[in-house]
């Protein structure tokens, strides 16, 4: 008799159905009516001796928990008469009736074709069948599995599920850098009709970590502290991975192997560590890539980061640490107001590697104007940078690189010591110049500053050249 009464009630047309159940009982609707009709039910359960029956227990849940304004057909979503979508934020997944357009909460019996045990949903909460996006993805699975991927799985949201989805667990992943993921544990987890691929993945790709802040070569490349991954794209296609010394060329590993059974690790495996040098990472076919590699190295600078002053730069000092197996010499140094970078020497078994140390500093150019034909400025960072009418009169967008700040900080202009004006940045980012020429025509000789960390104002431009003049916008008293 449950069971009846909870498939008639699943599919009937809610807003029928319970005005009229409450008549013939003589009962009034009220906020509690849904939990106390769920407690009546679980308790009949318990009196006809079905505590235990899954698929009973799962339509009675389903039932409680089903929003009274929902109403329309099942949307069985094999034959194409509805649309599932999912509200990731406690609505769970919803069914679109199709001729109407009305949505109701959705049971996993309806949901989930017969053996599926991943559902996936793009940011928008549509369901997406095939190939995923290689972005956030919401995934619809079993509490109790594992999630598994070629690349490292980053979830960034774990979200709840309305009561009928109990034993279902629903997070939102980062798919970015995967070519698939699967359900599962093991060596052979992944294969199956549980694995979803990854659209974008067609082709080898090499997946860097960010570089080593403040550390180059001398010629100026980025210097990475831990070894890319080799990522293949899903198949049985045969690839050839190797990793070899771009000065000597030789062979450090040599891989066969197809993408479905490829682990980005297995590249590293057995070569002398820490790695140290330049080397050339191949798949054949597709891809060729130089990287350099000081593996471990930290660098730690003080004061981070060195703002200007009348001489140039502030003093700064560095710190720099080796993992064992690497020497680096000096394992310190010192910066003068002049110095913008010290060179160091790695050493890690027979390589010798010659790296550059810039600790983050704040620094200056002036972009042209847009379709005025002119280049950039170079990078200023020695001192103050010095302005003149004239530069105001070109234009430009001034460009402030200041590692660490979170959003561009306002320029005040200053005369005599008072704030004059105060120009904020553009959605890019930059200052356009033009915007102070007429404070400084007014005012003459005047500051640019920021003020960075706690209070500090740093004055980082002067503007000269431009004489005193008569505000016309001043007003005066007699």
């Not at 590249?267 to 820490?274: A, K, V």
Request: glycine share 12%; charged share 20%; hydrophobic share 45%.
């Amino acid at each position: 008799m449950v069971v009846g009464i909870a498939r008639a009630a699943s599919g009937s047309d809610t807003t029928a159905f319970w005005p009229a159940w409450h008549r013939a009982a003589g009962l009034r609707s009220s906020a509690r009516s849904a939990r106390e009709w769920g407690d009546a039910f679980l308790a009949a359960l318990g009196v006809l001796g079905l505590p235990g029956a899954p698929a009973v227990e799962v339509a009675v849940l389903a039932h409680v928990t089903a929003p009274e304004d929902h109403a329309g057909s099942a949307g069985d979503l094999s034959d194409g008469a509805g649309q599932a979508r999912l509200d990731p934020f406690g609505g769970g997944v919803l069914l679109t009736d199709g001729v109407s357009g009305q949505a109701r909460a959705g049971l996993p019996e309806e949901i989930t074709a017969e053996g599926a045990t991943l559902l996936a949903f793009d940011e928008n909460g549509a369901l997406v069948d095939g190939a995923l996006p290689a972005d956030a993805v919401w995934v619809l699975c079993s509490a109790g599995a594992e999630l598994r991927s070629d690349a490292p799985v980053r979830i960034l949201v774990t979200s709840t599920l309305p009561l009928a989805w109990r034993g279902w667990r629903l997070i939102q992943v980062d798919l970015r850098g995967a070519r698939w993921i699967a359900l599962g544990a093991g060596a052979g987890a992944g294969a199956g009709a549980s694995r979803r691929l990854v659209r974008g993945r067609t082709r080898p790709v090499l997946r860097t970590g960010p570089p080593i802040p403040g550390v180059t070569t001398v010629a100026g490349r980025p210097v990475l502290a831990s070894p890319p991954e080799v990522l293949l794209p899903p198949g049985q296609a045969t690839f050839r991975v190797e990793a070899r010394r771009t000065d000597s060329g030789a062979t450090l590993a040599s891989v066969t192997t197809t993408g479905d059974t490829w682990r980005p690790d297995v590249l590293w495996r057995g070569m002398r560590r820490p790695l140290l040098g330049e080397l050339v990472i191949s798949v054949i076919p597709g891809l060729r890539r130089t990287v350099v590699l000081a593996e471990g190295l930290g660098v730690t600078s003080y004061p981070a980061p060195r703002l200007t002053s009348a001489r140039g730069l502030q003093p700064a000092e560095a710190v720099i640490s080796a993992p064992p197996g690497m020497t680096v010499s000096p394992a310190a140094a010192a910066y003068q107001e002049e110095t913008v970078t010290r060179e160091v020497t790695c050493v890690a078994g027979a390589v010798v590697q010659r790296l550059a140390v810039t600790p983050p500093h704040l620094r200056l150019r002036i972009d042209p104007e847009p379709g005025s034909g002119a280049e950039a400025t170079g990078w200023h960072h020695v001192g103050p940078l010095r302005l003149t009418h004239d530069d105001l009169w070109r234009g430009g967008l001034l460009r402030i690189d200041l590692p660490g700040a979170a959003t561009p900080p306002a320029i005040t202009l200053m005369a005599g010591g008072e704030p004059v004006q105060v120009l904020g940045a553009l959605r890019d980012g930059r200052y356009p110049l033009r915007r102070i020429l007429d404070t400084a025509a007014v005012h003459g000789d005047t500051e640019l500053t920021i003020t960075v960390g706690g209070g500090t104002v740093v004055t980082f431009a002067t503007v000269t050249g431009a004489g005193p003049a008569d505000d016309p916008w001043t007003v005066t008293q007699a």
